[in-house]
């Protein structure tokens, strides 16, 4: 059973050239800096998913494997917390399957607990 991420933006204006260029530097360094060559990471669509307004749609599908799966998905998240931060005024919606990813303007889009060095460390271990 897979899990998956997905991340949308949608606002009356359209995605003007600066902030185009934007969304290409945040998804260039988020490639560059990945930590898995072998596992899915931000995967924006092209032309968007076809919702009205949508200026911005992708999805990640989570890796199984547990030691991988906080570190894709704390990339991942940061990473989209970048693209809301560069294009103001979207109506955005984040969420995993059925949940809802909270935002706060302070750590963006998190969930609890997902930087605790601690559960990163057991979930390696496993």
Partial sequence: MSVSLYYSASRATPLTDDETAAVERVVAAHMASFPYDDEEGLHLYDGGAGE??????????????????????????????ELRRALPGARWHVHMDDLDVPWTDTD???????????????????
């Fill in 52 to 81: 009205p307004d949508e200026i911005v749609a992708g999805s990640t599908k989570l890796p199984l494997a547990p030691a991988h799966m906080l570190p894709v998905l704390t990339h991942v998240l940061d990473s989209v917390t």
């Fill in 108 to 126: 963006g889009y998190a969930f609890p607990g997902m930087r605790d060095p601690d559960l990163a460390k057991e979930l390696g271990d496993l």
